[in-house]
């Protein structure tokens, strides 16, 4: 196994405490999508990866992108502006890390276990006491509009040029 090599790490995204080509792997599940849809951001982190080293994400997207406001599911209306408008397709995703050269796409596509990864988010609301939009729209969305994908891509040896995001001061 590879338990003694795998560590879960939660931290500041774009103020990670590392040398270049330290990972092998970076694997980022249910939070890309609040930092990653900064184009900057992928420049960013492959520096951190090894070449032939691998990013994977794991994360809720649309089956149809969102461009304008007048293209939003009724079911979403109430809160697209609050919880939604940073959520896109899989080719969005795929289009924003192919074009900047750093990875070659291995796998974009929608989770094979999609359907009971929002069965079991459903079950957990139901026994919870607290709101959750997230939830209430997974409730709403009768047409599966809002569904889970992954990406995986392979750090090239192209260079990762890009000014850091940490504060100088």
Known sequence: GCEDKVFP??????????????????????????????????PYIARFIKPEGHIAIVDVCFTEEIETHNQVPEFLQDDYQNYWYFIHTIDWWRRLWEKTGLVEIEAAAELTEAGLVREQYMKDYQKSEEEDAFARALELDKEKFITFFKLIGRRTSKTAYLQSYKQSG
């Open 9 to 42: 790490l939660e931290m500041e995204a774009r103020s990670l405490p590392f040398p270049e080509e330290y990972f092998d792997a970076v694997i980022v599940v249910d939070s890309y999508t609040y930092f990653g849809t900064d184009e900057k951001y992928l």
